[in-house]
């Protein structure tokens, strides 16, 4: 795909020590290096990535959202998505990683998780 962007905006959330990340676009072999970046510059002790904007994940796009997370879990923070379409969804299901990780159908349920 020509045309692959994958826009991110990083936010506070709703309570200290959390943070969210909006991504808009897709998250692909093309774009996984800047959202690599993105997480790997986020410190906090708790990350939401907000995915409801992002319309297609493909095999290297769910490679750096599992080293995401094994690398928060690892260091004992929290990582979280929320927002995850059907097809994406169908992919991590399909691969198993649907399984180890936390996935919520808003931002707001995430957050509410982590109380």
Sequence with gaps: MINEILEMQSQAGSK???RIIRLTGVLTIHTLFNFQSAVRAETSPAL???FSGVSYVDSAGLGAIVGALLSYQ???RKFLL???NDRVTALMSMTNVQKMMPTFAS???AEASLS
Excluded: F
């Design 16 to 18: 200290d020590g959390e």
């Design 48 to 50: 939401v990535l907000d």
């Design 74 to 76: 690892k260091a004992g």
């Design 82 to 84: 929320a927002g995850v």
């Design 107 to 109: 931002v707001e349920l």
